[in-house]
Every structure is written in C-alpha cells, then in structure tokens.
C-alpha cells in the first residue's frame, strides 16, 4: 500500500492541506499532534459536504462514531442508511431459528424505515454469496438456517432475505437500495460481485430505484445498467478515492450513463483522510473529464448534477 501511486499521492495531498513535508512520518506526526476530534472535523468540513449519508453495519457501533456524531464532526446534516444484513443478524444472533419469523423481522424494519428516519437501505450480498440472487426457495433457506450461525451467508438464505426486503420495501413506497458492487476487501469474490449479474433483480422490483455502489472494475457495465434501466443510478465511491486514474474511471462511467445517473460519494470510513481525498479528486476528476464530454455552457450543471443535485433528488433530500 505505502508503494501504491494513490498513497504517495494522498502522502502530499495532505501535507499541503496540513502544512507540513510532503513525507508519511511528517504527516502521521502532525495527525498524531492533533487532537482527534480536531483533526477529524477539519478534514470533513474541507470536503465542503452538505450531506453525509452512513451505512449503520460498518463500522460496528464500538469502533467508530455514529452517523449523529458524524454529522457533527463534518458541520453538515446527516442520516443513516439501513444495511438489510445487519437487521438478519441481528436476529440470528438472539438465536431465531424459524425461517417465517426472521423474514417478519426484516420486512418489519424496512416498513418502518423511512418513518424512522433512514435515508436508504443496503445490501451487501456481493460479499456473503453474489450479486446473482435467485428467486426466494423457503424450503433452502429454512433448512439453512436450521444450521446455525450468526453470519448470514449461505444462499438461499441470503436470497430469501433481500427478497423479503425488498418486497416490502417496494410494499411501503420505495426507498432508494444501496447494493455493493465490484471491489471491496479480501473476503470478496470478485467474479461474484458483477453489477451485470442483478439484471433480473432490477426487472423485478421496477418500482425501486437502485443505486449500484463502487463498481470497480466493472465500471463500464454499470454504467451500461444505469444506461438501460430506468431504476438504476450508480457511485464510484471507494474507486475515487483508491484507484490512480480516478480521471479515466470517470470517462468510463460516462461513456454510456447520462450524467443525471451518476452521484458523488467517497465511501469513507474510520480514516477522515478519505473522506478528504474524495472530495477533492472527484472534484478534480470532473473539471478534467466534463469540458471533453459537453458544451462550456452544459459543464456546471453536469458538476452540480454529479456532486450535489442527484443525491439530493433520489435521497428525498431537497
């Protein structure tokens, strides 16, 4: 990581933002100077955020702050977004065992989401069994969780939940799913996480706006996705700011997707320096990619759809 080309980048983006050497040990030197809670928040406000929008599964309450505090620390409203497995853990972990009631816990909290304040939900399927979820099999999924476990990972339980979800999410009046898609950490299957694979799913639920996440290295195919379903937006979150031609992933994302599909997001987490570095190279990223694409006169409100006015009309945010 410390040889990666973003990280020697970031390594002086942040020493200029700091005021200290362009070197690892200078900018860990001055961050470990710094009082958290001050070094944190002056790093979030820099990104100029309006709205901060926090997956509740991740990290785990005793690890980092929550979306409140969050919003706090950056001086910009906030809100929490519903991570499906989470709820089903939950349960699993207070020891349900019948197929009927785990599924009646899911629906009841995604019915009650949006009242209850959740700006979204999420799925993170891609990392427990793939973005090719089958139709709901009661019989699989019972027998699965007759099994035991606290990890909601085998497939035609992890299937029968999101369905459930997403049914009654569709039932209670839509909000926007989050679904994870391409590269994440190690315990991903690659292969498995293809936005390509979801295409039934988005038939199904046409009612349901869906917001395909990170994308990387199948940028191209989400936007395709984003290009042919009316339902279908998509991030490069955790792509910028990770990938070193954050530029390129940017062209790719357009060649095909209207603008009006597309939303800014960093999927920072734990590190402020992330949050940060997104904002910044997202911003760079489009003043280098948009005069190419559109007309002078069609630049601004492109940057202002992408970083700004997406988010706000699909979140209900306005």
Known sequence: M??????????????????CEPTESAVYERRLATPADEYASSLL???GTEWLLLD????????????????????????????????????????????????????????????GGWAALKTIAAYR???DVGPPDDAAAAEALARGGRRLEAKPLVDAVLHAALEANERAGPLPVQVHCGFGDEDLLLPAARPGL????????????????????????????????????????????????????????????????????SDAARTPELYFLAARWWREAL????PELLATAEVEEAARAILRENALRLYGLA
């Open 56 to 115: 509740d599964g991740f990290p785990a309450p005793d690890e980092g702050e929550g979306w409140q505090r969050m919003g706090e620390l950056a001086g910009c409203a906030s809100a929490p977004v519903l991570r499906i497995e989470r709820v089903a853990e939950e349960a699993l972990a207070a020891g349900e065992r019948r197929l009927d009631e785990l599924l009646e816990r899911v629906r009841d909290a995604v019915t009650r989401a949006r009242a």
């Open 198 to 265: 979801l295409g039934s799913l988005l038939e199904r639920y046409r009612a349901t706006p869906f917001v395909l996440l990170h994308c990387y290295p199948f940028v191209r195919e989400a936007g395709w996705l984003a290009h042919v379903y009316a339902n279908v937006c998509f991030d490069l979150s955790l792509t910028i700011p990770h990938v070193a031609r954050p530029a390129e992933a940017l062209r790719e994302a357009l060649e095909l997707a209207p603008f009006s599909k597309l939303m800014y997001a």
């Open 287 to 290: 003043a280098e990619v948009l």
């Open 129 to 131: 069994s793939g973005l």
């Open 2 to 19: 410390a040889t990666s080309a973003t990280y020697r980048r970031a390594i002086r983006e942040l020493a200029s933002f700091l005021g």
């Open 45 to 47: 406000r820099a990104t």
